[in-house]
DNA sequence: TAGTTTTGTGTTAACGTACACATTTTTTTC
DNA sequence: GAAAAAAATGTGTACGTTAACACAAAACTA
């Protein structure tokens, strides 16, 4: 079946009856054409339906773009391994193309090294950027500068609030509801719900409050019979300390934790003796293993891969295929129990 | 942006010392090549890590490949509308690409249709076929056909039992388990939960057995204080003579909906004025409202729109970049309630 | 040894786009 | 109305891959 090619410019040149050059002058809009050969090649161009083809495009448009990437070092905070795949995985996709990326990455608990790694990332003047916002002041600065140096750039995971220019990520506040409404299925009033935030600093406060005021939300508009306490712990006091949480809240029944350290909320609780409703964030291992044993009722995952692979794969579209560079694509709110995570690993 | 480009078939044919004609005979097999020629080009991309580019190949390679779709009418059953919608966007996304496809419809209640339209597809000789084989026996028959005649062909949503070649769906029998584990945690034992198979024609059985069975292994492996039952009814029984389901076993606490009729079931039990849980399939407006509302607690996302355009997808792919089918790809089971749908559409 | 086939090799023309450059046509100037 | 300047248009080449083609050298025939 040899159905009809697509046209091409020179499918306008012909019907227009003028060259390719004149053809191609009025598509990049670069003058030097009579108004008449402009309006017969208009008219050409509407009837035939002309769309350029990509792939001509960027063979012809033969430069070498640079991406750097930087985001937060996944030894320090193994949440962020799976990002690594993610770019890991679209490198590989794209690797007969030009492209030059490269990887960088951040102290999760440091803004300082934020910057500097950012500062080293300036001066390169790459044509494009994909980073992790974590810091709020520290980003919307670096955001700043890449947009005076005409730098594309897209974040995810956290978004940046001041300047958002292209963002993945998740409705963090929608994630917030999702949790509560869980925990309302699975205790029942009256009775005290925890929100928890683990973090060794406490940076990234904006994500982890937006997560609590979707949670409260919940139980404040049609769930008035719940009391909802927040804790905000370090990684250390959870392990060590949390028996005086619980000696001095005894009828909490639920525990929502912000982060991925879900597990050693589990962990903890289980130390103690107690069954409790574990809701959390994240597929990590230890995470998966207390879903597995049911100390963990149910995780949020926030497909930090998907978000890193979307991100970056955006950026390229534009670079390679000039497609339009989406200004906020959010990702669904996946719900993960002890069986379909196996659908998700 | 002046870092080193991509090596291409120039440079092999340089660092070998021979022409660019004799690198691309070695790289295709066609033979022509002396022995000695053989081992110097090979050695050169060896040292050079030659990948082709895909972009100058298929600008090359200028076919118009024909790919047919066959799915089921969404104007019978609403759960393929979805289907519909990824196709359009990947058609739109390839536009500029010399693909001709071609749109074609069964009816999911008629084996005729789907044998008359696969028939009528295959007189036109297309370069590959995506379709859902919701028929055991004929799609297995069309399979065959379609392997004969070398034509490529991948299927969603349901599998062909007997020849799987390139297959997107998901794990049904995890799916069963999933549906039987948010069950669990909803209604306590001990206590009767029934699994209900809604379907004008009992076609399309298998897929809705392995849910069952899904389903039923959950509660016999680790739950056996459980009692599963299971009625396959017709819609409009559902509709009608419900009520009398209820008052055989009035010990029903739970129902498990293995099909997208979830909501039928919902506003039968809502019309008696009973409240109970029911956990089904699919995000159909009828279902979400019924979700939203509090008749339906959970649902089971298939993911139509993705199926339909990762497969295709795929297809498109490998026609056109040559990149290598995937036999089997799993979706993960996605977990919907009333806060979560929202990211979902 | 001349004639024929086989085998190895390099050259070249596409594919569609984009842009520099050459060439033609029109307009301006004196 | 001829020369110069400006504007409009056409031509050629490159991007990387592919395959048909041309041509030479070697290997066979008779």
New binding site residues.
Partial sequence: MRMK?????????KLA?????????V??K?????????NKVNEALKELQ????????S????VVHTIQILIPDPKKDPYWSPCMEGVHELMEEFA?F?LDFSLHTYDPSKPRSFTTMGNKILDQEPDALLFVPLFGRESTLLQQKLFERNILSTTFNSPVWDHVHHHVGQDLFLSGKVGAKLVSDLVKPPCQVAVIHVEETFNNAAHMQEKENGFRSFFEESHPDYEVLTFTLKSLEVRNNFDRVMREHPKLEAFFVTTSRTYEVAESLHGLGVTKTVIGYDLLHENIKCLENGQIQFLIHQAPKQQAYLSLRSLVDNLLF?KELPQIKLLPIDIINAENVKSYI
Same sequence: chains 1, 2.
């Avoid at 090619?5 to 040149?13: E, F, S």
């Avoid at 002309?50 to 495009?57: L, Q, S, V």
């Fill in positions: 090619k697509n046209t091409t410019i020179k499918d306008i040149a009856g003028v060259s390719i050059g004149t053809v191609d002058r598509l990049h670069r003058g030097r054409v009579s108004e008449k050969a402009l002309y769309t350029p083809n990509p792939i001509a495009r063979l012809r448009n033969n007969a030009d000039n």
